[in-house]
Each structure stands twice: as structure tokens, then as C-alpha cells.
Antibody
Framework: QLQLQESGPGLVKPSETLSLTCTVSGGSISSSNYYWGWIRQPPGKGLEWIGSIYYSGSTYYNPSLKSRVTISVDTSKNQISLNLNSVTAADTAIHYC???????????WGRGTLVTVSS | EIVLTQSPATLSLSPGERATLSCRASQSVSSSLVWYQQKPGQAPRLLIYDASNRATGIPARFSGSGSGTDFTLTISSLEPEDFAVYYCQQRNNWPPLTFGGGTKVEI
């Protein structure tokens, strides 16, 4: 069974960089035809797609975050990573890692990790 | 960017009743619409893809319909475990993927 696990600091200071890792187990991140991505959810609010990456390294970002986001893949570790720079309190959210099929549906999700932006 | 508007924001029903949730797109997304269910403290779970196809393991009481700009998620007879928040998401010509604001189905 495919499992995704997010990890990283739960607290980040304003203006600094939020960095998270998603480790995939039970399957290869290099499986063809799948994308891997990040989705966030501010506490008590709705879902926002951050971006996705193909195992080859091709990336797709939300235009509203594109200037601040970098998503990368490490196939040797079966991991993807998220970096979001210049964070503010508005970036406080639960961050989910998810597998995305070519048809655009997220069929496997991690449990999510809360990142709070505060000094 | 395609905007998805879900209505109502909250649906108050009793177990056994029928739930009808709406998702409207700001422009046509063809049949490229997905529905998720999210319970408190949990990640979203895929329910319906391509507007009307149930995901693996999803009970038959869940059904999706629609195309173009108007979509509906129907729960034919609510079970206690169905009280949750439901989100629609479009993937037509992504990126970006966009989500609706959600409908909370409460008892």
C-alpha cells in the first residue's frame, strides 16, 4: 500500500523559508505517469494546490505562489521536497503531500503537517 | 484561473436523508471534475473523478453528475460517517488545479 509521509519544522519565522519533505513508501516515486505534489490548507479553511512535479523533474506551480515556490524530487530517496520562501502568517497551514494521476486527481495523500509562521 | 463555487456552504440533514451538493465552474471544465471528502483531522479522500466515476472502495450511495460548468455530488442516503466537508476540484487544462470552497454536511 502506497504511503506518503510529510516531515519538517512545525514553526518558521516570518521572512524565512518553509522547507518540507515527503517520503513515499510502498511504491516508487519514479513510476511513470504519476505526478507528486503539495496542497495546503489554512486552519479551518479550504484547500489550495501549491504545485506538482513529475519524476523527471518537470514542475508545475500555482501562479499565485510561483515566485516563492520550489518543488524538487530525489528519486534515490523516494522523496519530494517543498521550499516556500519569504513566508508570512498567511502561509500558516496544514501541508499535504499527494500523488496526482495524469487525469489530475489526487488518489493518495499524506496525513499532513502543520506549519505555523510566527516569530 | 477557473473558479469553483460550491453551494450550499453548509447542509444540515439527518441520517437516511438524501444530500445534494453543487459545484459550479466559472468556465467549462468538460468532465474534468473531482470530488473529495474530508473529515476533521484527516486528509481529503478521493470520492469521484471525471465527474461521475467512483474511486476504488467508495460506496454506491455516492454519485456524481454534470459536465461543462454545473456538477452535483449526491449521497443517496446519509450514513453517520458521511458527515464531513466535501470539496470539488477541477483539472481542466491544469495548471493550476483549483478547489471549491467546500460544503459542510452536518447533522
Amino acid at each position: 500500500q502506497l504511503q506518503l509521509q510529510e516531515s519538517g519544522p512545525g514553526l518558521v519565522k516570518p521572512s524565512e523559508t518553509l522547507s518540507l519533505t515527503c517520503t513515499v513508501s510502498g511504491g516508487s516515486i519514479s513510476s511513470s505517469n504519476y505526478y507528486w505534489g503539495w496542497i495546503r490548507q489554512p486552519p479551518g479553511k479550504g484547500l489550495e494546490w501549491i504545485g506538482s512535479i513529475y519524476y523527471s523533474g518537470s514542475t508545475y506551480y500555482n501562479p499565485s505562489l510561483k515566485s516563492r515556490v520550489t518543488i524538487s524530487v530525489d528519486t534515490s530517496k523516494n522523496q519530494i521536497s517543498l521550499n516556500l520562501n519569504s513566508v508570512t502568517a498567511a502561509d500558516t497551514a496544514i501541508h499535504y503531500c499527494a500523488r496526482l494521476t495524469p487525469s489530475g486527481r489526487s488518489d493518495y495523500w499524506g496525513r499532513g503537517t502543520l506549519v505555523t509562521v510566527s516569530s | 484561473e477557473i473558479v469553483l463555487t460550491q453551494s450550499p456552504a453548509t447542509l444540515s440533514l439527518s441520517p437516511g436523508e438524501r444530500a445534494t451538493l453543487s459545484c459550479r465552474a466559472s468556465q467549462s471544465v468538460s468532465s474534468s471534475l473531482v470530488w473529495y471528502q474530508q473529515k476533521p483531522g484527516q486528509a481529503p479522500r478521493l470520492l469521484i473523478y471525471d465527474a461521475s466515476n467512483r474511486a476504488t472502495g467508495i460506496p454506491a450511495r455516492f454519485s456524481g453528475s454534470g459536465s461543462g460548468t454545473d456538477f452535483t455530488l449526491t449521497i443517496s442516503s446519509l450514513e453517520p460517517e458521511d458527515f464531513a466537508v466535501y470539496y470539488c476540484q477541477q483539472r481542466n487544462n491544469w495548471p493550476p488545479l483549483t478547489f471549491g470552497g467546500g460544503t459542510k454536511v452536518e447533522i
